[in-house]
């Protein structure tokens, strides 16, 4: 139970980064489809024990990132119709958004490198 609740503060700590996008359905079009920068989407959720890992690693890509792309975090539970339009069927998976549209889908934990390939590319 100690883990559990050091855990929550983790990623309570994580969720106020000042460089990392929470989305929702009300800001979903701003944020996302109207962005000039691409946008990095991580579809998470409080349960998921991976995303919790992952999140350190979205926040240096936030801050490495800043003004040139943007990371956001979409929780599934919160936002299960934005969830079901993207098929989104495991968790953690990260959509890359590109003028609006999806460019690539990453399913599962992966390394740094693999998310900033993915941005890399969409910022040419």
């Known amino acids: 139970n100690n883990f559990r609740i050091s855990d929550r503060r983790v990623n309570t700590t994580y969720m106020a980064s000042?460089?990392?996008?929470?989305i929702?359905?009300?800001n979903w079009d701003e944020e996302v489809l109207k962005s000039t920068v691409p946008v990095?989407?991580?579809f998470w959720a409080e349960w998921c024990g991976p995303c919790k890992m992952l999140a350190p690693v979205l926040e240096e890509l936030a801050t490495e990132y800043a003004?040139?792309?943007k990371v956001a975090k979409l929780n599934i539970e919160e936002s299960?119709?934005?969830a079901n339009q993207?098929?989104?069927t495991s968790i953690p998976t990260v959509l890359l958004f590109k003028n609006g549209q999806p460019t690539e889908q990453i399913v599962g934990l992966r390394s740094k490198s693999q998310y900033k390939a993915a941005i890399d590319k969409a910022a040419v």
Request: charged share 20%; hydrophobic share 50%.
């Open 67 to 69: 003004g040139k792309a």
């Open 40 to 42: 990095l989407v991580d």
């Open 18 to 22: 000042q460089n990392i996008v929470t």
């Open 80 to 82: 299960q119709a934005l």
């Open 24 to 26: 929702t359905d009300a």
């Open 86 to 88: 993207f098929r989104i």
